[in-house]
């Protein structure tokens, strides 16, 4: 069974640009949460989709968002980027957000902003 | 809001001993999940336990076991016959019940545990 997979693994983008993470969650597991990891701020939630509509959402700016698609996959968008959003984007899924079962995470996307 | 804290920023246990990591949390609900994920050089987050509150018996997964004192809102690891394996960030974990808009994951800071051959 494969696992969470984001892509891509690493990223170096320019301050003012945009990123496109993705995330494919694990083949039936319809919720997908994302979450920023950095030194300063240890791990942060940003969101969770749940079949296409966003349930929750963290204390992120606007510049932060994301979709899920009708087949689970997830992207999150990070627009006009400042220094501080370099982290390491960790995504997780799992079954219909079911908390006994745990979530699966993915090996992140380090993002740094330069 | 919940809050988790992991007040052992480094613990280091020799091969083959035991070590025990602590997390505190902090909420005013009744009923809630908490975990253990283990995170390492290779920083995929990996499910190590989990334990309902309204489960008294405390859960136990291999040479991995908790020690969940609800009323004293404590959840700590206990990791027997520690292996260079086991040499990861460990992170605590809460999550309230699948009400609401809680559905998320609130993370202590970690502890970074080595392991001594």
């Known amino acids: 069974k494969a696992g969470v997979t984001q892509t891509p693994r690493y990223l170096i983008k320019t301050r003012g640009q945009q990123v496109t993470l993705s995330c494919s969650p694990i083949s039936g597991h319809r919720s997908v949460s994302w979450y920023q990891q950095t030194p300063g701020q240890g791990l942060q939630f940003l969101f969770e989709y749940f079949s296409e509509t966003q349930r929750n959402k963290g204390n992120f700016p606007g510049r932060f968002s994301g979709r899920q698609f009708s087949n689970s996959r997830s992207e999150m968008n990070v627009s006009t980027l400042e220094l501080g959003d370099s982290a390491l984007y960790l995504c997780?899924?799992?079954?219909?957000?079911?908390?006994?079962?745990?979530?699966?995470f993915g090996s992140g996307t380090r993002l740094t902003v330069v | 809001a919940q809050t988790v804290t992991q007040s052992q920023p480094e613990m280091s246990v020799q091969e083959a001993e035991t070590v025990t990591l602590s997390c505190t949390y902090d909420t005013s609900e009744s009923d809630y999940y908490l975990f253990w994920y283990k995170q390492p050089p290779s920083r995929q987050m990996i499910l190590v336990i989990r334990q309902e509150a309204y489960k008294q018996q405390n859960a136990t997964e291999n040479r991995f076991s908790v020690n969940f004192q609800k009323a004293a809102k404590s959840f700590s690891l206990k990791i027997s016959d520690s292996q260079l394996g086991d040499a990861a960030m460990y992170f605590c974990a809460y999550r309230s019940p699948n009400s609401g808009s809680a559905r998320q994951l609130t993370f202590g800071s970690g502890t970074q545990l080595t392991v001594l051959p």
């Open positions: 997780a899924s799992s079954l219909e957000g079911t908390a006994p079962y745990g979530y699966t």
